[in-house]
Nanobody, 123 residues
Framework: QVQLVESGGGLVQAGGSLRLSCAAS????????IGWFRQAAGKEREFVAC????????LYSDSVAGRFTISRDNSKNTVHLQMNSLKPEDTAVYYC????????????????WGQGTLVTVSE
């Protein structure tokens, strides 16, 4: 079992930066691939980024590639999402999720989810 708690969301102006964190409990954190997803108001949840168990593989959606960076520190059971050059269209609730045997962008393959943190990007 993995429990996930996101933090770091807030209000930022377009062009600014935020760093989201996903803190995990459980001794099996390093056995899980971790993904970030987001859900804007009235829209479906969508993939943002994924990092493999030891951080050797990274995957990004086209909409955030080159602006967002995912990283993890298994000694601290933490995953970060550094978000730069933010745009109003990045406004959403951001969720982290864990998958023991899946690495990729498919939302339904992730077994554990956090409650989300709201990111609002103003014009």
């Amino acid at each position: 079992q993995v429990q996930l708690v996101e933090s770091g969301g807030g209000l930022v102006q377009a062009g600014g930066s935020l760093r989201l964190s996903c803190a995990a409990s459980g001794r099996t954190f390093s056995s899980h691939n971790i993904g970030w997803f987001r859900q804007a108001a009235g829209k479906e949840r969508e993939f943002v980024a994924c990092i493999s168990r030891i951080g050797s593989n990274l995957l990004y959606s086209d909409s955030v590639a080159g602006r967002f960076t995912i990283s993890r520190d298994n000694s601290k059971n933490t995953v970060h999402l550094q978000m730069n050059s933010l745009k109003p269209e990045d406004t959403a609730v951001y969720y982290c999720a864990a998958a023991r045997n899946y690495y990729g962008a498919a939302l339904r393959q992730f077994e554990y989810w956090g409650q989300g943190t709201l990111v609002t990007v103003s014009e």
